[in-house]
Nanobody, 125 residues
Framework: QVQLQESGPGLVKPSQTLSLTCTVS??????????WNWLRQPPGKGLEWIGYIGYSGSTYSSPSFKSRTSFSRDTSKNQVILQLTSVTPEDTAVYYCAREGGTNATNRSNFYDYWGQGTQVTVSS
């Protein structure tokens, strides 16, 4: 059974960089054709898609986050990492990582079959 677990600081000061780690067990982050997504849910709002890092190391960010997000991975630890720079209180949210499947190298399913439990991040001075 695939499990995802987010971890990182619960409190970040404005202007700092948020770094979150998603540790995956029960499956390799390099296995075809999976994409490892980051999403978040601000208080009182719906889910926002941030972006992903794919099985091959490819990355893609939502235009809303492109200028200040980066995705990386540590294959030895089976972890994917999100960095969000220049955070503001508007970045306060529960952050999730989720797995997305695909049928080949170019087709993503747009369906997330496994989710982490989420981690609360509060941006405050």
């Amino acid at each position: 059974q695939v499990q995802l677990q987010e971890s990182g600081p619960g409190l970040v000061k404005p202007s700092q960089t948020l770094s979150l780690t998603c540790t995956v067990s029960g499956g390799s982050i390099t296995t075809n054709y999976y994409y490892w997504n980051w999403l978040r849910q601000p208080p009182g709002k719906g889910l926002e898609w941030i972006g992903y890092i794919g099985y091959s190391g490819s990355t893609y960010s939502s235009p809303s986050f492109k200028s200040r997000t980066s995705f990386s991975r540590d294959t030895s630890k089976n972890q994917v990492i999100l960095q969000l720079t220049s955070v503001t209180p508007e970045d306060t949210a529960v952050y999730y990582c989720a797995r997305e499947g695909g049928t080949n190298a170019t087709n993503r399913s747009n369906f997330y079959d496994y989710w982490g439990q989420g981690t609360q991040v509060t941006v405050s001075s």
